[in-house]
């Protein structure tokens, strides 16, 4: 099993600019969120995922669109990028269940300039 | 909402012991869990607590007290692999029965020889 993916792992972006971040899991997870991190800030939730089909805001959902047309995808987009946005992502997955652990993807650095 | 303190910083000397302390102030409290991440990793999990008591695993343990909204993770005979940063994480109920978990901003631990 890979476990938890992120696509690409490095980006650079000018502002104004969008892109698509790709989350993958192969472990059946019902959950899936989106994390960004920043120095000092610990990992804030952007979005997350109950289930195919759903998606529901975080703490800091502003300026991000998700979506889970698949189970085991879970897209997060940046449709107009801003340097506030510079960030590393994390995608994390859980099976739902009540003692679930959060399995992370190895992180997706973004530059915006 | 909910806060959750960590202290910044801690160092300690090989072969020693070290207790990294989590504060939290939330309603609906679902469990705590304490995450691990390597400078340039993505987190990985380290223990869970639902119910008052010590959970021990190997060289790590964790303690909640759910009334005094406070949980501590211990590490025995410290290596300088253990240098990193320390998550701790509190989940708990919302509305449709979706358990999120917020973190903290992480205790970044250097052990020194």
């Known amino acids: 099993n890979a476990g938890v993916t992120q696509t690409p792992k490095f980006r650079v972006l000018k502002t104004g600019q969008s892109m698509t971040l790709l989350c993958a899991q192969d472990m059946n997870h019902e959950y899936m969120y989106w994390y960004r991190q920043d120095p000092g800030m610990g990992l804030r939730l952007i979005h997350y995922s109950v289930g195919e089909g759903t998606t529901a805001k975080g703490e800091v959902p502003d300026g991000y669109n998700v979506s889970r047309l698949k189970k085991q995808n879970f897209l997060l987009g940046l449709e107009s990028a801003a340097p506030s946005q510079t960030s590393v992502y994390f995608c994390?997955?859980?099976?739902?269940?009540?003692?679930?652990?959060?399995?992370f993807g190895p992180g997706t650095r973004l530059l915006v300039l | 909402g909910q806060n959750i303190d960590q202290p910044t910083e801690m160092t300690a000397t090989e072969g020693a012991i070290v207790q990294i302390n989590c504060t939290y102030q939330?309603?609906?409290?679902?469990?705590l869990f304490w995450y691990q991440q390597h400078a340039g990793e993505a987190p990985t999990f380290l223990s869970y607590?639902?119910?008052?008591g010590l959970e021990e695993k190997g060289r790590f343990s964790s303690f909640l007290s759910r009334s005094k909204g406070y949980s501590y993770l211990l590490l025995k005979e410290l290596q300088m692999k253990d240098s990193a940063s320390y998550l701790c994480?509190?989940?708990?109920?919302?509305?449709?029965?979706?358990?999120?978990?917020?973190f903290g901003r992480g205790t970044s631990l250097i052990v020194h020889p």
């Open positions: 939330t309603s609906g409290f679902n469990g």
């Open positions: 994390a997955s859980s099976s739902g269940d009540h003692q679930e652990t959060q399995y």
């Open positions: 607590n639902v119910l008052d």
């Open positions: 994480a509190v989940r708990r109920s919302r509305s449709g029965g979706s358990y999120i978990p917020t």
